[in-house]
C-alpha cells in the first residue's frame, strides 16, 4: 500500500501498488496520483496488468538527466492522475526489463497500454512536453483502428 496526500482536499489515503481501477480520495472522490516503483518480480502486476495506461520511467540512480526528468514525470503524473499510472524502474536493479525494452540510452520513457508498448522516448525533457507526448500517445489509444 501507498499513502497518497490528495492535492484537492489534503486527505492522506491508503491505495493499492497494484490494483485495476482508478484510485480516489476516500473524501472528495478525485483521483488521486498513482506512483509507484517496480521491479523484475512486481513488473507484470504492477504495470502491465494496470486497465489505465502505464507511463514507464525506466532509469538509473547514476543518470544525471533521470533525477532531472524525475521530479517532471511527477508532475504529469499528478496533472494526468485518474488517466495514467506512473512506474518507476531502475533498471540497474532489473537488467532483464531492461532487455526485453531494449534500454540503450535512461532514461527511456514508455507507454503501456495493457501492456502493450504504444509509445517511447529516450531523454530527459521538461513537464509540458512530456505531457503532450503522454496525451498523444493515450489519444492514438482511444482512437479506433
Known sequence: ML?????????TNRIPVAAEGTPRCGNCHRP???IVDADEQ???EVAERATLPVLVDLWAAWCG?????????????????????????????????QQRFTVMAVPTL???????E???????APPHVLRE?????IARRAQPA
Open 65 to 97: 538527466p533521470c533525477r532531472m526528468v524525475s521530479p517532471a514525470l511527477e508532475r504529469v503524473a499528478r496533472e494526468m492522475a485518474g488517466r495514467i499510472k506512473l512506474v518507476k524502474v531502475d533498471v540497474d536493479k532489473s537488467q532483464r526489463l
Open 3 to 11: 499513502t497518497v496526500r490528495c492535492d484537492h482536499c489534503g486527505k
Open 118 to 124: 504504444i509509445a517511447r522516448q529516450a531523454g530527459a
Open 110 to 116: 514508455l507507454i503501456l497500454d495493457r501492456g502493450r
Open 133 to 137: 507526448w503522454a496525451e498523444k500517445a
Open 42 to 44: 512486481d513488473f507484470t
Open 32 to 34: 488521486l496520483p498513482w
